[in-house]
C-alpha cells in the first residue's frame, strides 16, 4: 500500500522528525510512503539519508502570520494551489496511493487532492497555530473546521490539542502522542545514563527548542542567574538556531547577568541525543508546547524534565514521578532546579521514571502500529 504525505515546510524541526520517524515505522508494516514538500530544504537529505521517497511540488499552504494575514493574501494562495492541483494530481496519481496524509495543519491542498481522487484523508494537527507559532488559518476558524470535518481521519498529538484546537471537530479523532525513538535503541540509552549518572560533573541543564521569545529561555538564563547568586555549581546548555534578533539578546543578557562562563550556546543540532547524553535534565519553559517533543526526547534519554506547568508539558510530565512542574517565573524555576540538584535520591526516581514513561509511550513502534491500525480499518 502507497501513502502520499505531504508537509508545509522543509526543515527538521518536531513535526517533520516525527514524519519520519512514523513512515519508517509503518515501513515495518508494509507501507510505501512517498513526501511530498513545497520546496528543497534540511528535511530532503535527510529523507536521502532515511532512504525515504519525496518530490519537490510547489504548493503554498494555508495559514498566515497574525501580523500580516488579510483575506486578498489569503485568496491569491488559494487561486494559484487550485492551479497547481491539475498537475499534482497527475504527478501523485502515478503512485497510485490509498491515502492522502496531511502532516500539519498549516496545509489544506492534500485535502483537495484527496477529494479529487476519490480515496481517504488523513489529517495530522500537530500545533495550536497562534499560541505557538502566531499562525492563524487562512479564511479563519470556520473554514478551518470545515476542512477538518471533511477528513476521514483527524490525530492530534495531544489531549489538549484536541480540547483547544479540535473541539469543533465532528470527523473521526484520535490522540497518538508521537514516537521519538526505536526500541533499538533502549539499551544504548540505559548505557549513556547510568555512565552519565556516575560521573562527578557539574550539574548540567539544558534547553533545545526554537529560539524564540515563545520558548521563554530568557527564563532559564535568570535561573541560571539565581543559582550561581546562591554559589550552587550549574551548567546550562542553549540549544537552537541564534541567528535572529532573540538569539542575540539572549547572548548578551548573558553577558549582562554575568553567567557567561555557565551557559554554552550550542546553535542548532542535527541530533538532539547528542546533548541530551551529556546533560542531566531538560529545561522546558515554553507556556504552549502542543505535545513537547524534546521533553518525550529527555525522557527517552533517562532524564527528567522541569518544565512549566501547562498544556502539553503538563500532559507529559507528571510532577514528581517523572519530572517537575513549575508555575510563575524563573524564580520558581530555579527552586525546582535547586531542588534536582540537591535530592540526589529524587533526581534518580525521576530519571528511572522518565525512562519508564518514554519506553511504555513514546517508542516509533508504538507510534506507528497505532496510526496502521486507523490506516487499516478505513482501507478495509
Not at 148 to 166: E, G, M, P, R, T
Not at 181 to 205: G, H, P, W, Y
Request: glycine share 4%; charged share 20%; hydrophobic share 45%.
Amino acid at each position: 500500500m502507497t501513502i502520499v504525505f505531504f508537509t508545509h515546510y522543509s526543515n527538521l524541526h518536531g513535526a517533520n522528525k516525527s514524519l519520519i520517524e512514523l513512515v519508517l515505522g509503518l515501513k515495518e508494516h508494509g507501507i510505501r510512503a512517498v513526501i511530498f514538500c513545497p520546496f528543497d530544504g534540511p528535511l530532503i537529505p535527510e529523507l536521502k539519508t532515511k532512504n525515504i521517497e519525496y518530490q519537490i511540488f510547489p504548493f503554498l499552504n494555508s495559514t498566515s502570520n497574525i501580523k500580516a494575514a488579510n483575506h486578498f493574501k489569503s485568496l491569491q494562495k488559494l487561486l494559484i494551489n487550485l492551479i497547481l492541483l491539475p498537475k499534482l494530481y497527475l504527478t501523485v496519481r502515478k503512485f497510485k496511493p490509498k491515502i492522502i496524509y496531511t502532516n500539519s495543519s498549516c496545509l489544506n491542498i492534500g485535502l483537495a487532492l484527496a477529494k479529487l481522487m476519490r480515496i481517504p484523508h488523513f489529517w495530522h494537527i500537530r500545533e495550536f497555530g497562534k499560541l505557538d507559532y502566531d499562525l492563524v488559518p487562512d479564511f479563519g476558524n470556520c473554514f478551518f473546521n470545515f476542512c477538518l470535518n471533511q477528513s476521514d481521519q483527524v490525530i492530534a498529538i495531544s489531549d489538549c490539542i484536541k480540547q483547544h484546537v479540535l473541539s469543533k471537530v465532528k470527523a473521526k479523532l484520535a490522540v497518538i502522542w508521537n514516537g521519538v525513538f526505536s526500541d533499538n535503541s533502549i539499551e544504548l540509552f540505559k548505557e549513556n545514563r547510568k555512565a552519565r549518572m556516575e560521573s562527578q560533573d557539574v550539574f548540567t541543564f539544558c534547553i533545545l527548542s526554537q529560539i524564540s521569545k515563545n520558548k521563554f529561555q530568557e527564563e532559564a538564563l535568570r535561573a541560571i542567574a539565581i543559582l550561581k547568586s546562591k554559589k550552587i555549581a550549574s551548567r546550562l546548555i542553549i540549544v537552537g538556531n541564534l541567528e535572529n534578533h532573540y538569539g542575540e539578546y539572549l547572548q548578551s543578557l548573558a553577558v549582562q547577568l554575568r553567567i557567561q562562563d555557565s551557559v554554552d550556546f550550542f546553535g542548532f543540532v542535527h541530533d538532539p541525543y547528542q546533548v541530551l547524553f551529556n546533560a542531566d535534565a531538560l529545561i522546558t519553559c515554553s507556556r504552549y508546547e502542543a505535545m513537547g517533543r524534546v521533553s518525550a526526547e529527555a525522557m527517552a534519554s533517562g532524564i527528567p524534565v522541569v518544565g512549566f506547568n501547562s498544556y502539553g508539558t503538563s500532559e507529559l510530565v507528571k510532577d514528581h514521578f517523572n519530572g517537575l512542574l513549575y508555575t510563575g517565573n524563573e524564580v520558581d524555576l530555579a527552586k525546582k532546579m535547586i531542588q534536582i540538584i540537591e535530592d540526589r535520591e529524587l533526581y534518580f526516581k525521576l530519571a528511572t521514571q522518565a525512562a519508564e514513561t518514554a519506553n511504555e509511550n513514546f517508542t516509533r513502534e508504538i507510534y506507528s502500529q497505532k496510526i496502521f491500525n486507523l490506516i487499516s480499518d478505513s482501507v478495509r
